[in-house]
């Protein structure tokens, strides 16, 4: 079954205002890694993060990697119109069977309102 | 622009017939993924390849095989096709570090596949 969640599956956001959406793994993680696909494009990689509890920023992006490395926050303060699509998170599983390739959320379908 | 390349960008079979996707990684990149993604989905993992052998296997359909060439670029095969398997077909790449880890992955622009 899907080893690592994410929640909610849709975010509706007024412009202008702050939302997270939540990535949560079954299994330690040895990195998350983040990823925004636009309407129509393709998956883009936005960060990595490795160490538990590390924290980045990118401008408006704050990503979060919990401290026992199962869960992982994305927050966007002050939503944009071109925040608009969806925001995968991606992990590596520490267990054997998964190998080394990286398991995708079901990712966070995000729509702004004007 | 990502460096990978997949084709063709828009497929339209009918039922029971096979099709070959194409991808062709950035320069460098040893490892490549195959992803699915049908409408309004994840990312369904299928299969991955690092310098031509396969190194991890998804819920992939015995109907559907992968390989990757000596010149790194690999193919995806699909047969005796299904209207379900009507999706957006993603290729990844990346590079692995000295500890033997994949960086992050470069997607190509998939290649859109309708069964009728």
């Known amino acids: 079954g899907q080893q690592v969640m994410q929640i909610p599956q849709y975010q509706h956001v007024q412009e202008g205002e702050d939302f997270t959406t939540y990535c949560n793994s079954s299994t330690t993680l040895s990195n998350i890694q983040w990823y925004k696909q636009r309407p129509g494009g393709h998956p883009v990689f936005l960060i990595q993060?490795?160490?538990?509890?590390e924290v980045k920023k990118q401008k408006r992006l704050t990503f979060q990697f919990g401290e026992a490395k199962k869960n992982s926050s994305l927050h966007i303060t002050a939503t944009q119109t071109t925040d608009v699509g969806t925001y995968f998170c991606a992990g590596r599983l520490m267990i054997k069977a998964a190998g080394n390739k990286l398991t995708f959320g079901g990712g966070t379908r995000v729509l702004v309102k004007p | 622009d990502s460096g990978v390349t997949q084709t063709p960008k828009h497929l339209i079979t009918a039922t029971g017939q096979r099709v070959t996707l194409r991808c062709s990684p950035r320069?460098?990149?040893?490892?490549v993924y195959w992803y699915q993604q049908s409408l309004d989905q994840g990312l369904q993992f299928l299969i991955q390849?690092?310098?031509?052998?396969?190194?991890a296997k998804g819920n992939i359909l015995e109907r559907f095989s992968a390989q990757q060439f000596p010149d790194l670029h690999s193919e995806l095969n699909l047969s005796s096709l299904e209207l379900g398997d009507s999706a957006l077909y993603f290729c990844?790449?990346?590079?692995?570090?000295?500890?033997?880890?994949?960086?992050?992955?470069?997607f190509g622009q998939g290649t859109r596949l309708t069964v009728v």
């Open positions: 320069s460098g990149d040893l490892s």
């Open positions: 390849y690092y310098n031509g052998e396969e190194r």
């Open positions: 993060l490795v160490k538990s509890g």
């Open positions: 990844a790449s990346s590079e692995r570090t000295r500890q033997g880890l994949d960086t992050e992955a470069f």
